[in-house]
């Protein structure tokens, strides 16, 4: 399906800067002196070797593979780490992660009402930064890590303790940040789509969201299988539709009025008019034919480039 002279592209005049409080996500403290080595058995990405000036985006999954939750995960101290998710997942996500505490000196909470958490966008990102996704620097109590960009321009996730100042910058509307974000190509897990898919079918593994070298944690065999047998049908991809698209929403293909052939990530309002999302849906779907929002016959969503090489074009 051809990805030329389609709409749904960045508007002249974008707000190129400006910083956005970011109500819908929410933090878990993971406390102790076994908090990494806790977390290494239960997400997708090797916390056991994560440092000070690092973070990582990493999955929570089922037995089967499929995710729960997704967060970004960064150490605050050596027996501290933040887990930044939806915050509509944080309680249920909590709760069966405590459950596989056990013996660990591991003490695992909600922290949401002790941090704030801002999007950074463009010259409002700090230039001491560095330019690598998931990097973090440390500005004072605050904590900053760089998310992939979107439209080129440069994005971080800020956090620190409630008592801290607020970034400088401009105010940005929080529905352009959920844009950029989907732009991004970087899909987060939210309630609507609670265990719909393995890590791969929202193209975690390209970008940087499973280590496959790491120890077992829950699904570990079926993300491993889909990655290493061939046997992932599905993928994340961007689209514009001129109607209104939501999380968890069925995507259709012409050729199948029956089954639907994919899912909505995220949508947010693109500021020239209509929606842009992320879909992950059955690669032979977007290979030809026309995709619609929630029937066959219902409004055309147009395939726009993904922002990002898959790593197994890499």
Request: with cysteine; aromatic share 8%; hydrophobic share 45%.
């Amino acid at each position: 399906m051809s990805t030329s002279t389609i709409p749904g592209s960045a508007p002249q005049g974008l707000a190129t800067s400006g910083v956005t409080a970011l109500q819908h996500l929410g933090v878990i403290r993971v406390a102790g002196e076994d908090a990494a080595r806790f977390l290494q058995g239960q997400l997708t990405q090797d916390f056991a070797l994560l440092g000070l000036s690092e973070a990582r985006l990493a999955a929570f999954c089922s037995a089967k593979g499929r995710m729960q939750a997704s967060f970004v995960g960064l150490k605050r101290s050596h027996d501290e780490i933040l887990l930044v998710c939806s915050r509509d997942l944080l309680p249920t996500t909590l709760k069966r992660l405590s459950m596989f505490v056990l013996r660990a000196k591991a003490r695992l909470s909600d922290a949401s009402d002790a941090f704030r958490l801002f999007g950074l966008v463009g010259a409002a990102v700090p230039p001491a930064l560095p330019v690598a996704a998931w990097s973090q620097w440390r500005d004072g109590e605050a904590s900053v890590v760089r998310l992939y960009p979107a439209e080129g321009l440069a994005r971080a996730l800020w956090l620190a303790p409630g008592a801290a100042a607020q970034p400088e910058g401009e105010a940005l509307a929080e529905p352009l940040w959920q844009w950029l974000d989907v732009r991004s190509g970087v899909g987060t897990v939210s309630q609507p789509v609670y265990e719909a898919f393995v890590p791969q079918m929202l193209n975690y593994e390209s970008v940087g969201g499973v280590n496959f070298k790491k120890g077992c944690y829950p699904g570990q065999e079926v993300v491993a299988r889909s990655q290493f047998r061939g046997t992932l049908k599905r993928r994340a991809y961007v689209v514009h539709g001129d109607a209104p698209l939501a999380s968890g929403q069925e995507v259709f293909h012409s050729g199948d009025a029956e089954q639907a052939c994919g899912t909505v990530v995220q949508a947010a309002p693109n500021p020239t008019g209509g929606f842009d999302a992320i879909v992950s849906m059955q690669t032979s779907a977007a290979a030809q034919g026309s995709l619609h929002a929630g029937s066959a016959d219902g409004p055309t969503l147009h395939l726009l480039p993904l922002p990002y090489p898959l790593l197994e074009d890499i």
